[in-house]
C-alpha cells in the first residue's frame, strides 16, 4: 500500500472533536467493542463501547494536540485530525478495560463499569451472525487487547503496519511489533482473511437485539434495594435530632463519626492561637510561630465552618491539594494563622505542623468554598515568608510572615528596573499584585520581594499556598538573588519556570556552571550554561533543567534561555551530585553549525561522538557540524577523579 509523506497535524478543539464523533459514531462503538475483552459479556461490551465513545471528547475548550502523532494518510486511511484523536482516546480507553484488576492498584475508569449509558431490566447484544463470525469472534478472544487492537486497524481501518505501531504506541501500547505478530495469527490460523467479517452485523453494537434479565434475581435485589433505603432513612433521622452537636458546619459533608478525640480536633474553642511577639524569642521562625491574625479571628461560627469543612468537604466544595500533601482532617486541634475578609471571601489558614491549610467560602454565603492543602514540614525563615492568602482574576494576595519587615514588586524580566513597593494592612496581608500564574506571553513577571531585617528574598507564586523561593549559585551555597549578574540570569530564566508550576516547589536554584567563548562571536560576550532545579517540599519529585544561554543581540534584551536536556528525580545540580553535563547545536552568525558542549567545574575532559566527533581537555567544547545538523550525537565525559559523567537526562 503505497502513503503520501508525513503530515503534520493541526490542533483540534472541541467542535471539531465533537463533529467527527458524530458523524463516524457507529465505526467508533463498532472499533471500541472489537477491541475491549470478550469476557465482559456482549451485554457489558455493548453498554462500555458506546461509553468509552462518548467520553473520548476533550475535557476542555480550545485547542489540543492530536491524540497521536503524524498519521500517514493513504487514499483509504484520510483521517481527518478530529477524527485520529477522538479514535485515539478511545482506543487507550479500551485497552485500558481490558487490563486485570489489581488489589493494590486502583481502579482505571474504564475498568469499572460505565455510568452511562445505563439499560435498566433489559439486556443487549448484536445480533448473531453464521459460523464464519463465531469463529473470527473465538479467534479474537485469544488476542491480548494489542493484538484485537491491531487486527481492527488493519482490517476495518485498512491501515499499513507502519500506521497500526503509530497509532498503538500513541495509545500506550508498549510493543507493537508483538501486537502486529499477534493479529498475522488470526488470519493464518483460519487460512483465510476474515477482515471482511469485521463489518458484519455480529461486531455492530449500534443495531441491536432485547431481552430480559433474570426476574426472579430482579424481585430480590429490588426488595433488598428497599430495605437498605428505609434504613438510611431512620439513620438521618436520628442523626438530625437535637442534641450536643457542632453546631452549623456549612459546606461540610454529614458527620461520620462522633469521639472526643475527634471533637476536641474540630471545635473552635481548642484551635491553638500563638502570641503576637513569641516569633522573637523563639528558638525556631516557622509557621508554627506565626501568630493568629485577621478581622475574623473571633468569628467562631465561621471557624467551625472551616475545621467542619477540613474534616468532611462536602460534593460542593471546591478541594485541591499539593502533590505529596495528604488532605486528611487534622490529628490534633491545628493552630490558628488566618481569619479575615479577602477581598470577595472570607479566608481562614489553618497550620497542623505538617500543612498549611486554606479555607475560603464566599461573602454572601458558604456555596462554593474552597479548600486548598500544601505540604510545608521542614519550614524555615526563608521559606515561611509569606502564602497566599486569596487570589483574584490575575492578581494574587499574600499574608506576611511577622518578621517581614517590608515588601516590593520586582518584574524578573526587567533586572535593571528597581523593586516598586507594596503596601501592606495591618495584619500583613499585601495589596493585589498580578500573579505569573495568570495566562500571559511571559512579557512579565512580577516576583514579591521581602526583606525581614537579615536577608532580601525573592518570592514568586506557582499556583499553590506556599510561593517558591528564588536562589542563585552553586548547590553547596545557594544564594538570594540580589546582585545584577545573577537577576541578568533570572530574567532569562524567569519564563522557564512554568514548567514547575503546581509541582509543590519549595524553592528554584540557577547555577551558571560554564560560561563558554563560541566561535565567530566577536566581543559579543560568552555564552552561558545554567542549571536550574527545583526542590519540592515532599523531596522527591524534583524537576532539573539544563540551559544555553547564547550571547544577545542586543545588550539589555532579555531572551529566554533554551531547555538543552532536562530530568526528573535526578539527583544532578544538588548538593548531593553538584555535577552536571550538557550540549546543545549552535550555529554561528557566519551560518556554521557546531556541536557545543560544557560541564561543572569537576569536569576534566568532554568527548563528542557519533555523527560528530570530537574530543577535549578540559570541560568545555566546540566541534564544527559538517553541513546539515546531525540527528543524533553522543556526549560524555569524565571527571577530576577518573569517574565517567553523561549528559542530563
Not at 488470526?186 to 452485523?201: H, K, Q, Y
Not at 474552597?370 to 515568608?385: H, Q
Not at 495591618?426 to 526583606?451: F, I
Request: charged share 25%; aromatic share 4%; with cysteine.
Amino acid at each position: 500500500m503505497s502513503t503520501q509523506e508525513l503530515a503534520i497535524p493541526a490542533p483540534v478543539d472541541v467542535e471539531q472533536a465533537e463533529a467527527a464523533l458524530v458523524e463516524h459514531y457507529p465505526r467508533l462503538v463498532r472499533i471500541a467493542y472489537l477491541v475491549l475483552p470478550p469476557s465482559l459479556g456482549r451485554n457489558r461490551r455493548v453498554l462500555t463501547a458506546h461509553a468509552l465513545v462518548q467520553r473520548s471528547l476533550p475535557r476542555r475548550r480550545g485547542p489540543v494536540g492530536p491524540a497521536m502523532p503524524g498519521q500517514r494518510r493513504t487514499a483509504e486511511d484520510a483521517v481527518d485530525p478530529g477524527y485520529a484523536y477522538v479514535r485515539g482516546q478511545m482506543l487507550r480507553q479500551a485497552l485500558e478495560a481490558g487490563l486485570p484488576l489489581r488489589r493494590r492498584a486502583w481502579p482505571k475508569r474504564a475498568q469499572l463499569p460505565p455510568l452511562l449509558p445505563q439499560v435498566w431490566g433489559l439486556r443487549l447484544f448484536p445480533r448473531s451472525g453464521g459460523a464464519d463470525e463465531l469463529a473470527l469472534d473465538q479467534r479474537l478472544a485469544s488476542l491480548s487487547g494489542a493484538g484485537r487492537a491491531a487486527y481492527v486497524l488493519r482490517g476495518l481501518e485498512r491501515q499499513g503496519d507502519a500506521e497500526v505501531r503509530r497509532v498503538l504506541a500513541a495509545a500506550g501500547v508498549e510493543d507493537p511489533g508483538a501486537a502486529l505478530a499477534e493479529a498475522d495469527g488470526v488470519d493464518a490460523a483460519r487460512g483465510t482473511s476474515g477482515a471482511g467479517l469485521l463489518e458484519s452485523a455480529e461486531f455492530d453494537p449500534c443495531s441491536l437485539q432485547a431481552r430480559p434479565t433474570d426476574l426472579m434475581r430482579r424481585r430480590q435485589h429490588t426488595r433488598a434495594a428497599l430495605a437498605a433505603l428505609a434504613a438510611a432513612v431512620v439513620c438521618g433521622t436520628l442523626l438530625g435530632l437535637p442534641g450536643d452537636g457542632w453546631g452549623p458546619d456549612g459546606a461540610a459533608a454529614p458527620a461520620y463519626a462522633r469521639n472526643p478525640v475527634s471533637e476536641a480536633a474540630l471545635d473552635p474553642a481548642h484551635v491553638r492561637r500563638v502570641a503576637p511577639a513569641l516569633w522573637q524569642r523563639s528558638a525556631r521562625t516557622d509557621f508554627s510561630v506565626w501568630p493568629a491574625r485577621g478581622g475574623l479571628v473571633g468569628d467562631t461560627a465561621l471557624l467551625r465552618r472551616a475545621l467542619a469543612v477540613w474534616a468532611r468537604p462536602g460534593p460542593t466544595v471546591q478541594a485541591s491539594a499539593a502533590p505529596g500533601t495528604p488532605p486528611g482532617p487534622p490529628m490534633g486541634p491545628p493552630q490558628l494563622l488566618f481569619a479575615g475578609d479577602v477581598d470577595q471571601a472570607r479566608v481562614v489558614l489553618f497550620h497542623d505542623g505538617l500543612r498549611v491549610v486554606r479555607y475560603a467560602e464566599p461573602k454572601d454565603g458558604t456555596a462554593g468554598a474552597a479548600l486548598d492543602f500544601v505540604r510545608t514540614d521542614g519550614a524555615d525563615t526563608a521559606s515561611a515568608g509569606a502564602l497566599v492568602v486569596g487570589r483574584t482574576n490575575a492578581n494574587v494576595r499574600y499574608l506576611t510572615a511577622p518578621w517581614v519587615r517590608g515588601v516590593a514588586v520586582r518584574d524578573l524580566l526587567r533586572p535593571s528596573e528597581a523593586a516598586r513597593p507594596l503596601e501592606r494592612d495591618a495584619h500583613g496581608v499585601t495589596e493585589p499584585m498580578l500573579s505569573p500564574v495568570a495566562p500571559s506571553q511571559c512579557r512579565t513577571w512580577d516576583a514579591l520581594e521581602v526583606r525581614d531585617g537579615v536577608a532580601t528574598r525573592l518570592l514568586t507564586d506557582l499556583g499553590e499556598l506556599t510561593p517558591a523561593r528564588l536562589t542563585s549559585g552553586p548547590p553547596s551555597a545557594p544564594a538570594d538573588v540580589t546582585d545584577d549578574a545573577a537577576r541578568a540570569e533570572w530574567a532569562r530564566t524567569a519564563c522557564l519556570l512554568p514548567v514547575v508550576r503546581s509541582h509543590g516547589v519549595r524553592s528554584v536554584n540557577s547555577w551558571r556552571f560554564a560560561e563558554q567563548d563560541l566561535p565567530g562571536t566577536g566581543d559579543a560576550g560568552p555564552a552561558r550554561w545554567l542549571c536550574t532545579r527545583a526542590e519540592t517540599w515532599r523531596g522527591t519529585g524534583g524537576k532539573v533543567l539544563a540551559q544555553f544561554q547564547a550571547p544577545e543581540a542586543e545588550r539589555g534584551t532579555a531572551t529566554p534561555g533554551s531547555v538543552v536536556a532536562q530530568a526528573d528525580d535526578s539527583p544532578a545540580c544538588g548538593a548531593r551530585e553538584p555535577h552536571v553535563l550538557a550540549g546543545a547545536l549552535w550555529k554561528s552568525p557566519a551560518g556554521q553549525w557546531y556541536m557545543v558542549a560544557a560541564g561543572s567545574p569537576r569536569v576534566a575532559s568532554v568527548e563528542v561522538a557519533g555523527a560528530v566527533e570530537g574530543r577535549e581537555e578540559g570541560r568545555r567544547i566546540a566541534v564544527p557540524v559538517e553541513g546539515k545538523p546531525a540527528a543524533r550525537v553522543e556526549l560524555g565525559g569524565r571527571l577530576e577523579d577518573g569517574s565517567k559523567i553523561g549528559v542530563l537526562r
